[in-house]
Antibody, heavy 118, light 109 residues
């Protein structure tokens, strides 16, 4: 069973940046393609970006392209999501999640709340 | 840009009844890369169906998916109390490469 463990909640001021991490402890098997999905309070799921299984390259949703960076370390597997120029609209739970062969989101982290408030 | 529209927004049913949830795409979903998720309050989503009709590991067989092209359906044959939740469909392929529907809330009548 693949387990994704995310970093803790963050409180940020408008204009600041945030880094959320996602670790997969003990996993040494096949390549994992980790993506990020967020959910604002009371709202639906919004895909932000991740590593595309088609070619292994990073792809970002257009609305985040200018202010998000996703990176990954390999030992242990740790994915990072950096989001800059935060506003109150970025207040949400951020999930890391693996993408499988049928491009479905399979293993989810527990979520990280990022609250943006002055 | 592909848009996934789920209907109804809210579905009120009783345990034991059959639930039918719809997901309609504004363009053809290539390769039937269409998945369904269940989300309960305070929890991460859980994968139910992938490839439009394949049931994910550990998912009870009362859950089934069908459809192709632009019209997809999630059916829960006989509702159990733990099935009342929000359900999302998700596609891969068109711009944006990944996207979700807005969700259907399944509530107890």
């Amino acid at each position: 069973q693949v387990q994704l463990v995310q970093s803790g909640a963050e409180v940020k001021k408008p204009g600041a940046s945030v880094r959320v991490s996602c670790t997969v402890p003990g996993y040494t098997y096949t390549k994992l393609f980790i993506h990020w999905v967020r959910q604002a309070p009371g709202r639906g799921l919004e895909w932000m970006g991740g590593f595309d299984p088609e070619d292994g390259r990073i792809i970002y949703a257009q609305m985040f392209q200018d202010r998000v960076t996703m990176t990954e370390d390999t030992s242990p597997i740790t994915a990072y999501m950096d989001l800059s120029s935060l506003s109150s609209d970025d207040t949400a739970v951020y999930y890391c999640v693996t993408v499988d062969l049928w491009r479905q989101f399979l293993h989810w982290g527990q979520g990280t709340l990022v609250a943006v408030s002055s | 840009e592909i848009v996934l529209t789920q209907s109804p927004g809210t579905l009120s049913l009783s345990p034991g009844e059959r639930a039918t949830l719809s997901c309609r795409a504004s363009q053809r979903v290539s390769g039937n890369y269409l998945a369904w998720y269940q989300q309960k309050p305070g929890q991460a989503p859980r994968l139910l169906i992938y490839g439009a009709s394949s049931t994910a590991t550990g998912i009870p067989d009362r859950f089934s998916g069908s459809g192709s092209g632009t019209d997809f359906t999630l059916t829960i044959s006989r509702l159990e109390p733990e099935d009342f939740a929000v359900y999302y469909c998700q596609q891969y392929g068109s711009s944006p490469k990944y996207s979700f529907g807005q969700g259907t809330k399944l509530e107890i009548k």
